[in-house]
């Protein structure tokens, strides 16, 4: 059975260009989650859906980020412009959630985003 | 203020030797716990869970937890360290009243050696 999936693997880009990043979550899950770890900050939770709608983004760190989940099978984490201290291992996870609080998620194996 | 904490950033080892990593977390309802572990490159893999019931939880790779509620606490054991146990470790919090997010502690890195 897969797993979560995200593409791509890595990414290195120069400041000002756009970068989206994908994820592909568990087929049956109804719960989507962007994280973002870094050495100083760990990890940080940045939005997350549930059936497809935005449920809290109150992590999204500025309007340079945004995030779209057209469909149960698939979400993007757009950067616009980007810049060098966006650089970071983005994590996309999924979980199946019953409405009875917070399950385990599992995680895809993360994209590395360079800026230079 | 709901929080997560791993006292110790890093912990060595010697292989063969019992491990016991610390998670202590501040909540003000019942709390779903999980550890995680990440190999380096590689994503956070679900090791164990604790939602209600048996307060000592087996999980993969030889792991086990146990529940405290006095000492808020969800420390994670493994009699036996195998080298391929290095990694970094995650202890996780969430609860009904905080709906799907989950609260990640900083992490504990394990170094196993020789």
Redesign the interface.
Known sequence: DAG?IQSPRHEVTEMGQEVTLRCKPISGHN?L?WYRQTMMR??E?LI?F?NNVP??DSGMPEDRFSAKMPNASFSTLKIQPSEPRDSAVY?C?S?L?LG???????????TRLTVT | AQSVTQPDIHITVSEGASLELRCNYSYGATP?L?W?VQSPG?????LL?YFSGDTLVQGIKGFEAEFKRSQSSFNLRKPSVHWSDAAEY?CAV?????????N?G??TSLLVTP
Not at chain 1, 104 to 110: A, L, S
Not at chain 2, 42 to 46: D, E, R
Not at chain 2, 94 to 101: C, H, K, M, Q, V
């Open positions: 979560v719960s989650f760990g990890l939770l997350y549930n449920i809290d994590f996870a979980s959630d009875q609080g917070a399950y385990e998620q599992y995680f895809g194996p993360g | 779903y999980f995680y590689q994503g956070l893999q679900l869970k995650f969430g609860s009904l009243s905080s709906g799907y997010a989950l990640f900083k992490g």
